[in-house]
């Protein structure tokens, strides 16, 4: 372009004749950015092509580069339109895509853990039942069977997390309390923010409705969110916990933690089966409170900043 538009000067300010050149490559070019998909590449050639006409025109004082100019923004503003366009069907049909390996994935992961929850289950049982007896056997050796005791105890609350997974969503939904879910698993975890000097804090609009829910499921939603801020507190601190009914049909329980926060790129990892940062966690926390809200036709929203804390709001509607 820079050559064709060198050689027009040369030729056309030397010459008396008016200006008689331009190039339908030029437009080729133009429509050519919707089948790469480049918006970067539409930009250049049609800017290029523009400034070309222009300092031409400017050098060999004509005005005939009008004609060009007008063509290459017609054409440019057909283009941008389709460019759009394309770009956003790539985009409805990535996230599809997307969105359909996910479930797939969830899926699958579902029928594994069901599958391996229910044959850890049972051994799982009888391991329980026989350190049971022999902790009443040799008195001597509690020490040993109480860590014994509290292993097992884990691995159960890992394999009810790997059936919830797995579990289809035919639950029965009773109207419960959320202030008084609230103020259960408060009571629960108390112990480990006293242990840590975090003060919890809770605010609660006036008027909360009951909500349709299957209430053990929100308790260990809650609890899951409220261990997971407490564990990100090493400093000590305030940790908040905001109950609002803003919307007619919705209820917001937000968790707010000062913490050490999440990384913008670890964010997106969250919701991964199995992702932790902790060296006794199990990573499954978060995604089976996504797939009970989700079960509650609710939904979770996570912002956070480095070395300031994690907020996490969970939106449940007060209907099923
Ligand atoms: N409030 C938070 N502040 C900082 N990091 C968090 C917070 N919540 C979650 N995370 C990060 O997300 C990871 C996954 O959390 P998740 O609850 O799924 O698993 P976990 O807490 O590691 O283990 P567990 O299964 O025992 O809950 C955590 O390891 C942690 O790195
Ligand atoms: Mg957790």
């Given at each position: 372009?820079?050559?064709?538009?060198?050689?027009?000067?040369?030729?056309?300010?030397?010459?008396?004749?008016?200006?008689?050149?331009?190039?339908?490559?030029?437009?080729?070019?133009?429509?050519?950015?919707?089948?790469?998909?480049?918006?970067?590449?539409?930009?250049?050639?049609?800017?290029?092509?523009?400034?070309?006409?222009?300092?031409?025109?400017?050098?060999?004082?004509?005005?005939?580069?009008?004609?060009?100019?007008?063509?290459?923004?017609?054409?440019?503003?057909?283009?941008?339109?389709?460019?759009?366009?394309?770009?956003?069907?790539?985009?409805?049909?990535?996230?599809?895509?997307?969105?359909?390996?996910?479930?797939?994935?969830?899926?699958?992961?579902?029928?594994?853990?069901?599958?391996?929850?229910?044959?850890?289950?049972?051994?799982?049982?009888?391991?329980?039942?026989?350190?049971?007896?022999?902790?009443?056997?040799?008195v001597q050796d509690q020490k040993y069977f109480s860590i014994m005791e509290q292993e097992?105890?884990?691995?159960?609350?890992?394999?009810?997390?790997?059936?919830?997974?797995?579990?289809?969503?035919?639950?029965?939904?009773?109207?419960?309390?959320?202030?008084?879910?609230?103020?259960?698993?408060?009571?629960?975890?108390?112990?480990?923010?006293?242990?840590?000097?975090?003060?919890?804090?809770v605010e609660m609009d006036e008027s909360i409705p009951l909500i349709e829910c299957v209430?053990?499921?929100?308790?260990?939603?809650?609890?899951?969110?409220?261990?997971?801020?407490?564990?990100?507190?090493?400093?000590?601190?305030?940790?908040?916990?905001?109950?609002?009914?803003?919307?007619?049909?919705?209820?917001?329980?937000?968790?707010?933690?000062?913490?050490?926060?999440?990384?913008?790129?670890?964010?997106?990892?969250?919701?991964?089966?199995?992702?932790?940062?902790?060296?006794?966690?199990?990573?499954?926390?978060?995604?089976?409170?996504?797939?009970?809200?989700?079960?509650?036709?609710?939904?979770?929203?996570?912002?956070?900043?480095?070395?300031?804390?994690?907020?996490?709001?969970?939106?449940?509607?007060?209907?099923?």
């Open positions: 372009m820079i050559l064709t538009a060198l050689s027009d000067i040369i030729l056309f300010s030397s010459e008396s004749g008016e200006y008689a050149s331009g190039n339908a490559a030029e437009l080729i070019l133009i429509l050519f950015s919707p089948l790469f998909i480049n918006k970067c590449f539409y930009w250049v050639v049609t800017i290029v092509s523009i400034s070309r006409y222009f300092i031409v025109g400017l050098l060999i004082h004509s005005m005939v580069v009008v004609i060009p100019i007008a063509l290459i923004i017609i054409f440019s503003v057909i283009t941008y339109i389709l460019l759009n366009r394309f770009n956003s069907y790539i985009y409805a049909l990535t996230s599809a895509n997307e969105e359909l390996r996910h479930k797939e994935k969830l899926t699958f992961i579902g029928q594994m853990a069901t599958s391996i929850g229910h044959e850890i289950r049972n051994p799982l049982a009888s391991l329980k039942g026989f350190t049971q007896l022999q902790k009443e056997k040799y097992i105890e884990r691995i159960d609350l890992i394999v009810n997390d790997l059936l919830l997974l797995g579990k289809p969503k035919n639950t029965q939904f009773q109207k419960s309390c959320l202030k008084e879910i609230i103020f259960y698993v408060i009571s629960i975890t108390k112990q480990q923010a006293n242990e840590k000097n975090i003060s919890l804090s209430e053990n499921q929100i308790k260990q939603v809650c609890i899951n969110l409220i261990k997971n801020g407490l564990d990100s507190m090493d400093n000590g601190g305030m940790f908040k916990i905001l109950l609002k009914h803003e919307l007619k049909n919705e209820i917001s329980i937000s968790f707010i933690d000062q913490g050490c926060g999440i990384n913008q790129s670890e964010l997106n990892k969250l919701f991964t089966p199995f992702y932790t940062t902790k060296g006794d966690g199990t990573g499954l926390g978060l995604i089976v409170t996504k797939k009970i809200i989700e079960d509650h036709q609710g939904e979770i929203k996570i912002e956070s900043e480095l070395n300031r804390g994690t907020q996490v709001e969970v939106i449940l509607p007060v209907v099923q």
